[in-house]
């Protein structure tokens, strides 16, 4: 190992938490989008957004966000997160961009660097590069094929002299395989010393964030390196292409951290988790499932194939069959739900309870023992213990202008094709008879039918089409 390099295996030492600037100000031309490129979304956050959250993780004192390109959308997308923006215009350069962020800096400490597109570094490596107090630390990869990147040059003792950019390499600087992330850390006194000496005397006539690590040679000021240990920790994004490789990188991640936990995935390469999948021991999920925002399942959950669950709390032993959209819910014990259910914001199931096919529930309590099995809505609803609810039932929640509560007491049978007018409450053992419109409270134990007498019309005969002239 070359001296002054390390390999993010040991521990770090306790650091003091650091600022954090991150450089957001590119157009991402090749995107081929209107939208500002540290908005464009990787496992349903914007990669700006990943990125905050690492500066979050390390406790940073201050964050600066320095942006360009977008107009003002970058900073009213993160209008919350308390990070300080800054506007870079014109763009001349990395150097340039972390120029516009120093009045917002303190005079002392230590500053991150970091990068908006680059939204996949774990704290681990960023906590390990914060680890040399008071020298500038590079973290660096290295690349089977480095073409397009920075080089880091060594003397021969292995000690970095400079870092080259590809279009100011020479051919044997091309060769070196060891390359510059960008991700730095440095004195933030001594960064703003040598910020006020770069120049751009360079190919592309620009202010290089690199060039300040002669500065920091002849000042005396040690330059180390960490070498990061996943090329994807430090992937960027510049297409759409490298954004759908990142997705899946880091998907297959995720899977994995799953199934050490000991989830059973049919397939780990069809997994999205868009948010935090939190899950107890025997968990299965199927093929093709989303999960977004928060979602906990309990031990023994089974999770079928092509199933959306989205902010939703799933306890032991209940099993979602295919094809259901659960949003909001929180569902009991050993509860049944789908195929081809969907539980909105407020649907509430407790242990043993049953929801089945094309059944949707929206801001509504299922009570233990309960089913709804078929083709069934229910909303703004109160059912009680060991009700059954038969196909075809509505409860009429909305009378054009405002939301009315059902109450269906413990032990109720509602027939077929019901349709419950709220306000209205179906009483402790109560019938419903098939093709009721109930728009009166039905007394408990008691039979209610309440739809139009039969009528035979003799004689009556069905419309048949005219025929044809030939």
Partial sequence: MYPGRGGL???PDPMTPPSVVILAAGKGRRMLS??????????GKPLLGHVLDA???????????????????VP????????????????LGTGHALMQALPHLPADGTTLVL????????????????????ALCLLTAMLDDPTGYGRILRDAAGRVTRIVEEKDATAADKRVREINTGIVAAPTAALRDWLSRLTNRNAQGEYYLTDVV?????????????????????????SREQLARLERLHQMEVARRLMAGGVTLADPARLDVRGELICAQDVSIDVGCVFEGRVRLGSNVAIGPHCVIKDSDIAPGTIVAAFSHLDGATVGPDCRVGPYARLRRGAVLAAHARVGNFVEMKNSELGEGSKANHLTYLGDAVVGRDVNIGAGTI???YDGANKHRTVIEDGAFIGS??????????????????GSVITEDAPAGELSVARGRQVTVKGWKRPSKAKKAP
């Avoid at 009213?76 to 763009?91: K, M, R």
């Fill in 34 to 43: 209107a939208r500002p490129k540290v908005l464009h979304p990787l496992a």
């Fill in 55 to 73: 500066a979050q993780a390390l406790s940073a004192t201050r964050v600066i966000v320095v942006y360009g390109h977008g107009g003002e959308a």
């Fill in 9 to 11: 295996t040991s521990p």
């Fill in 417 to 434: 094709d019901t349709a419950l007018v709220a306000p209205v409450t179906v009483g402790r053992g109560a019938t419903i008879g098939a």
């Fill in 395 to 397: 409860t009429c929640n």
């Fill in 115 to 134: 990068y908006g597109d680059v939204p996949l570094t774990r704290t681990q490596t960023l906590t390990q590069v914060l680890s040399h107090p008071g």
């Fill in 214 to 238: 002669p500065l920091a040679l002849a000042g005396g000021i040690p330059v180390v390196t960490e070498t990061v240990q996943q090329e994807w920790e430090v992937q960027g994004v510049n």
């Fill in 76 to 91: 009213a997308a993160f209008a919350q997160s308390g990070a300080t923006f800054v506007l870079q215009e014109p763009q």
